[in-house]
């Protein structure tokens, strides 16, 4: 047999550390929406917030506060230059709030600005965005729906799939739908919207006894929290890339986190009498933490590729992953069965659906 | 194993097809014989990764009603008038109504008569004046305003095309969007500032006489004659910018560009450009008559809102010819007769969303991808080496057959690979191993348990084919809503993450089950196995 990391005969106790995981997830939580609150919200890229970017690259090592000063002068509203990419890239990003100008004025401005101000130091205007204000709102709201579907069809397709109890998944679906529909009707706007969606699931789901369904949504609201919170403390802005990046971290959490439950499922069938749940729960962990960690080192390799090679355009894209498939991996071991654990009556459930 | 033959066919033939359509796309195969064999063509590759311009254009659909509601009450007035009906020029009051008063109350059966035989509109109200004049207030129906913004939409498209074609782009793609808006993408364009000039022009051209006896003073004040018009006349400074006069003009257009057939740039005998436009017959003769009964006054050439130049008319002029001066440089005067002889847009156009990126930057994109790929793809290999042997081989193997099913996928499907979709590949190598990580360890757990290798594999395929199936399906979730909702470069992430997915099911499930047993096939029933 090759090599093995995660010995066969491994048995953590991983119920057992249950309340330092949930106090470290609480942590994290908390920072990042302690962040996020400080900083009035997520920081939003021109796709969502609407104005003017242009990338620049200079053709010598040169230091952003060197690229601030020569665009200092420029008469630009809202402008801020940031550094893009790995070091040694030498790549900036010079923004404006205003989507009036044309861009013809404002590559002109960078151009006379840069020209002028970097000793001689050649540079290209690689990309120039621009997003109005119309475009801007509309894939705000796009991005908005994106996620709101996701988390509908999702909560629908892991009720019916981890209870195998589709009548309920189907009563689920319609009251998620039409109170969605109720909330949409008083005005509100799409965030709140989510928000209500992910809170009426989460109340569905215990009062219909979906533990299992809990426990995966659980996980993956935890996974979405601690990706947008760190995102926001590192002050990475949000555009429409990274909501695909969240969607993905959504689509790993949950492929994880249903491995372990599958098993944890054939593991209770088979339960002897005088086994615990909490038991079963632990021996499931262990069984597939081989797979979890293997799964999990090749997609970070990979990832973390992307992340230091794939250029600057991509970056923050590759960054989100790796956040996100780190803590999908942690959270389908430490938070989703925990979280069934926490539930207890589902044991309950699970005896008189196998009678 | 009468079945295990057949698999094995499936799977070559599997491996040829993604093969030819994939090799097409490696860099030097499509220009050889071997390139010419092959049926697909090379993955196309998103603005973002060839570089380009992707506009999001709005039309301003409440001027182009504006317009079109001022020119159906010119032709009511024009209409009223040939029955001998005398009413007073119509006001535009919104995007769907205008205000029009008759001037003798004893016509009104004549003019409802002909506001139902003339014209889309329909009588709202009317209201008794002093002096027995009627107001009339007339609204168009939805449906015609409906109408009217299909048409719009249909024409500003084509005439968007018109000078994209003019210009010379290889593929560009223009298409309707909700909302009134349009989509142009042009490939690897070198000026783009040029292109998006000449595509957001409205080059609404207009000949109006220019009234000389007006008050400049006055009209500043606001104070203007009925029928006329305060705008700016363009001059050019030394230094070549321009500064902009006063001027006031007649305010009923007497000529305009939609009688234009061809524009072209000439230069005058100073060496200074100018363009030329050729009317077609009748726009040639309206010209000549309206510089016939106008010689010695001032006609204003207007473009867009704007008076180009204002020439005293010596004589009258034949020939169905004009032309623009307006000490234009040179490319000023070529971008001129672009839009002319593309016509006018029916309304103004505002860019609301712009993406330009440089070549340099799509290849950049290109390059960095690929060597994210290969390196990510060699970690993932030797790591599935080191950990499963044997088995790790077959992993490798249907993992090289996954991404050369993707991208002949994307070539088949003529689907668009752009960044994100590169990042979707690079994701996928890591996250295709992970079905063949679950059966493997499967077959570990099996074999612990004493089955012997035929055993452990049959069983632990068995296992774990429907956790993969549904495992993959929140993934599959996922990155088909993003499809629905995503732009352009997201869009493509979703392709290539689904791809994958499939591919990898295929591959990881199918092709690597008949590998195991080609594997074992050759070996005694309890010789051990390699994972």
């Given at each position: 047999?090759?090599?093995?990391?995660?010995?066969?005969?491994?048995?953590?106790?991983?119920?057992?550390?249950?309340?330092?995981?949930?106090?470290?997830?609480?942590?994290?939580?908390?920072?990042?929406?302690?962040?996020?609150?400080?900083?009035?919200?997520?920081?939003?890229?021109?796709?969502?917030?609407?104005?003017?970017?242009?990338?620049?690259?200079?053709?010598?090592?040169?230091?952003?506060?060197?690229?601030?000063?020569?665009?200092?002068?420029?008469?630009?509203?809202?402008?801020?230059?940031?550094?893009?990419?790995?070091?040694?890239?030498?790549?900036?990003?010079?923004?404006?709030?205003?989507?009036?100008?044309?861009?013809?004025?404002?590559?002109?401005?960078?151009?006379?600005?840069?020209?002028?101000?970097?000793?001689?130091?050649?540079?290209?205007?690689?990309?120039?965005?621009?997003?109005?204000?119309?475009?801007?709102?509309?894939?705000?709201?796009?991005?908005?729906?994106?996620?709101?579907?996701?988390?509908?069809?999702?909560?629908?397709?892991?009720?019916?799939?981890?209870?195998?109890?589709?009548?309920?998944?189907?009563?689920?679906?319609?009251?998620?739908?039409?109170?969605?529909?109720?909330?949409?009707?008083?005005?509100?706007?799409?965030?709140?919207?989510?928000?209500?969606?992910?809170?009426?699931?989460?109340?569905?789901?215990?009062?219909?006894?979906?533990?299992?369904?809990?426990?995966?949504?659980?996980?993956?609201?935890?996974?979405?929290?601690?990706?947008?919170?760190?995102?926001?403390?590192?002050?990475?802005?949000?555009?429409?890339?990274?909501?695909?990046?969240?969607?993905?971290?959504?689509?790993?959490?949950?492929?994880?986190?249903?491995?372990?439950?599958?098993?944890?499922?054939?593991?209770?069938?088979?339960?002897?009498?005088?086994?615990?749940?909490?038991?079963?729960?632990?021996?499931?962990?262990?069984?597939?933490?081989?797979?979890?960690?293997?799964?999990?080192?090749?997609?970070?390799?990979?990832?973390?590729?992307l992340?230091?090679?794939g250029?600057?355009?991509i970056?923050?894209?590759?960054?989100?992953?790796?956040?996100?498939?780190?803590?999908?991996?942690?959270?389908?071991?430490?938070?989703?069965?925990?979280?069934?654990?926490?539930?207890?009556?589902?044991?309950?459930?699970?005896?008189?659906?196998?009678? | 194993?009468?079945?295990?033959?057949?698999?094995?066919?499936?799977?070559?033939?599997?491996?040829?097809?993604?093969?030819?359509?994939?090799?097409?796309?490696?860099?030097?195969?499509?220009?050889?014989?071997?390139?010419?064999?092959?049926?697909?063509?090379?993955?196309?590759?998103?603005?973002?990764l060839?570089?380009?311009?992707?506009?999001?254009?709005?039309?301003?659909?409440?001027?182009?009603?504006?317009?079109?509601?001022?020119?159906?009450?010119?032709?009511?007035?024009?209409?009223?008038?040939?029955?001998?009906?005398?009413?007073?020029?119509?006001?535009?009051?919104?995007?769907?109504?205008?205000?029009?008063?008759?001037?003798?109350?004893?016509?009104?059966?004549?003019?409802?008569?002909?506001?139902?035989?003339?014209?889309?509109?329909?009588?709202?109200?009317?209201?008794?004046?002093?002096?027995?004049?009627?107001?009339?207030?007339?609204?168009?129906?939805?449906?015609?305003?409906?109408?009217?913004?299909?048409?719009?939409?249909?024409?500003?498209?084509?005439?968007?095309?018109?000078?994209?074609?003019?210009?010379?782009?290889?593929?560009?793609?223009?298409?309707?969007?909700?909302?009134?808006?349009?989509?142009?993408?042009?490939?690897?364009?070198?000026?783009?500032?040029?292109?998006?000039?000449?595509?957001?022009?409205?080059?609404?051209?207009?000949?109006?006489?220019?009234?000389?006896?007006?008050?400049?003073?006055?009209?500043?004040?606001?104070?203007?004659?009925?029928?006329?018009?305060?705008?700016?006349?363009?001059?050019?400074?030394?230094?070549?910018?321009?500064?902009?006069?006063?001027?006031?003009?007649?305010?009923?257009?007497?000529?305009?560009?939609?009688?234009?057939?061809?524009?072209?740039?000439?230069?005058?005998?100073?060496?200074?450009?100018?363009?030329?436009?050729?009317?077609?017959?009748?726009?040639?003769?309206?010209?000549?008559?309206?510089?016939?009964?106008?010689?010695?006054?001032?006609?204003?050439?207007?473009?867009?809102?704007?008076?180009?130049?204002?020439?005293?008319?010596?004589?009258?002029?034949?020939?169905?010819?004009?032309?623009?001066?307006?000490?234009?440089?040179?490319?000023?005067?070529?971008?001129?007769?672009?839009?002319?002889?593309?016509?006018?847009?029916?309304?103004?156009?505002?860019?609301?969303?712009?993406?330009?990126?440089?070549?340099?930057?799509?290849?950049?994109s290109i390059?960095k991808g690929v060597?994210s790929a290969?390196?990510?793809?060699?970690?993932?290999?030797?790591?599935?080496?080191?950990?499963?042997?044997?088995?790790?081989?077959?992993?490798?193997?249907?993992?090289?057959?996954?991404?050369?099913?993707?991208?002949?996928?994307?070539?088949?499907?003529?689907?668009?690979l752009t960044l994100p979709g590169i990042a979707g590949i690079i994701?996928?190598?890591?996250?295709?191993?992970?079905?063949?990580?679950?059966?493997?360890?499967?077959?570990?757990?099996?074999?612990?348990?004493?089955?012997?290798?035929?055993?452990?594999?049959?069983?632990?395929?068995?296992?774990?084919?429907?956790?993969?199936?549904?495992?993959?399906?929140?993934?599959?979730?996922?990155?088909?809503?993003?499809?629905?909702?995503?732009?352009?470069?997201?869009?493509g992430f979703?392709?290539t993450?689904?791809?994958?997915?499939?591919?990898?099911?295929?591959?990881?499930?199918?092709?690597?089950?008949?590998?195991?047993?080609?594997?074992?096939?050759?070996?005694?029933?309890?010789?051990?196995?390699?994972?």
């Amino acid at each position: 047999m090759g090599l093995q990391i995660i010995k066969p005969d491994t048995n953590i106790d991983f119920i057992g550390v249950r309340k330092i995981a949930f106090i470290i997830s609480a942590i994290i939580i908390l920072t990042g929406l302690g962040s996020l609150i400080i900083k009035g919200g997520p920081k939003y890229g021109i796709d969502f917030a609407g104005g003017m970017i242009v990338q620049v690259k200079i053709d010598k090592a040169t230091d952003v506060s060197i690229v601030k000063d020569a665009m200092s002068g420029v008469d630009l509203p809202g402008l801020v230059v940031q550094t893009l990419g790995m070091e040694g890239d030498n790549e900036y990003l010079i923004r404006t709030s205003s989507s009036d100008i044309s861009s013809q004025d404002v590559r002109g401005k960078v151009t006379g600005a840069l020209s002028n101000n970097l000793d001689g130091a050649g540079f290209e205007i690689q990309r120039l965005e621009m997003v109005g204000p119309k475009v801007g709102a509309d894939l705000r709201s796009k991005a908005l729906e994106a996620l709101f579907y996701a988390v509908l069809l999702i909560a629908v397709y892991i009720s019916g799939r981890f209870e195998q109890r589709w009548t309920v998944a189907g009563i689920m679906a319609a009251a998620l739908a039409s109170s969605i529909y109720g909330i949409g009707l008083l005005g509100l706007d799409m965030g709140w919207l989510i928000i209500m969606a992910l809170a009426i699931t989460v109340a569905l789901c215990w009062y219909l006894k979906l533990n299992y369904a809990l426990g995966a949504v659980a996980a993956l609201i935890h996974d979405v929290m601690i990706t947008i919170g760190i995102f926001s403390i590192l002050g990475k802005e949000f555009d429409l890339t990274i909501i695909a990046a969240l969607l993905t971290i959504i689509g790993y959490s949950l492929n994880d986190t249903i491995i372990v439950f599958d098993r944890i499922r054939e593991n209770n069938f088979a339960r002897k009498g005088s086994e615990t749940f909490a038991a079963v729960i632990n021996k499931s962990v262990n069984q597939t933490l081989s797979r979890t960690i293997m799964t999990s080192v090749t997609t970070l390799m990979v990832v973390f590729c992307l992340f230091v090679l794939g250029g600057s355009v991509i970056h923050d894209f590759a960054l989100a992953l790796l956040i996100g498939v780190a803590v999908g991996t942690y959270s389908s071991i430490f938070v989703a069965s925990p979280i069934l654990m926490g539930f207890g009556p589902s044991s309950v459930v699970e005896k008189e659906a196998a009678a | 194993m009468q079945s295990l033959r057949w698999r094995i066919i499936a799977t070559l033939v599997v491996l040829v097809l993604g093969l030819a359509y994939m090799l097409p796309s490696l860099p030097g195969v499509k220009d050889t014989p071997l390139g010419n064999l092959l049926p697909g063509d090379s993955v196309n590759l998103g603005l973002d990764l060839k570089g380009g311009i992707h506009l999001t254009l709005g039309v301003d659909m409440d001027t182009a009603m504006n317009n079109n509601l001022a020119r159906l009450g010119d032709d009511l007035k024009a209409s009223a008038r040939e029955e001998e009906v005398f009413v007073l020029r119509p006001n535009v009051l919104s995007e769907s109504q205008i205000e029009i008063v008759l001037v003798k109350g004893d016509q009104k059966e004549a003019f409802d008569d002909i506001i139902d035989k003339y014209s889309p509109f329909a009588i709202e109200a009317t209201e008794v004046q002093d002096g027995g004049k009627h107001k009339y207030t007339l609204s168009v129906t939805p449906q015609y305003r409906n109408e009217i913004e299909k048409l719009t939409m249909d024409q500003a498209i084509k005439t968007i095309r018109n000078r994209i074609d003019q210009f010379g782009v290889a593929e560009p793609d223009i298409r309707k969007q909700q909302g009134n808006r349009i989509q142009v993408q042009l490939p690897g364009l070198q000026d783009p500032e040029r292109a998006i000039k000449i595509i957001g022009q409205t080059a609404h051209l207009e000949f109006k006489m220019v009234d000389d006896e007006a008050d400049i003073e006055k009209a500043l004040e606001g104070i203007l004659a009925p029928g006329r018009e305060l705008t700016v006349l363009r001059n050019k400074q030394a230094n070549g910018s321009y500064t902009e006069s006063p001027i006031v003009l007649k305010r009923d257009a007497l000529l305009t560009g939609e009688y234009v057939t061809d524009a072209k740039v000439l230069l005058d005998t100073w060496n200074q450009p100018y363009v030329s436009i050729s009317f077609n017959a009748r726009g040639g003769t309206i010209f000549t008559n309206l510089t016939g009964e106008n010689v010695n006054k001032r006609m204003a050439i207007v473009l867009d809102g704007k008076v180009y130049s204002a020439p005293v008319i010596q004589e009258r002029i034949t020939g169905g010819r004009a032309s623009i001066t307006g000490n234009f440089d040179k490319a000023e005067a070529r971008d001129l007769a672009v839009v002319l002889r593309a016509g006018s847009l029916p309304a103004p156009v505002i860019i609301l969303e712009q993406r330009t990126v440089g070549p340099s930057l799509g290849q950049d994109s290109i390059d960095k991808g690929v060597m994210s790929a290969f390196i990510g793809m060699a970690l993932v290999l030797a790591f599935m080496v080191i950990y499963y042997g044997v088995a790790g081989l077959v992993a490798d193997f249907v993992l090289c057959l996954n991404i050369m099913l993707i991208l002949g996928g994307l070539a088949a499907f003529g689907a668009t690979l752009t960044l994100p979709g590169i990042a979707g590949i690079i994701l996928t190598i890591g996250m295709a191993v992970d079905a063949n990580v679950i059966i493997f360890e499967r077959i570990r757990e099996e074999l612990r348990r004493g089955l012997t290798a035929k055993a452990a594999i049959a069983e632990g395929y068995g296992r774990a084919t429907l956790t993969i199936l549904d495992a993959n399906v929140t993934t599959v979730i996922a990155a088909v809503i993003l499809y629905q909702f995503g732009t352009g470069p997201v869009r493509g992430f979703a392709v290539t993450l689904t791809l994958g997915i499939i591919c990898s099911m295929f591959t990881a499930i199918f092709v690597s089950r008949v590998l195991f047993d080609l594997y074992t096939k050759s070996r005694s029933e309890g010789a051990k196995l390699s994972i």
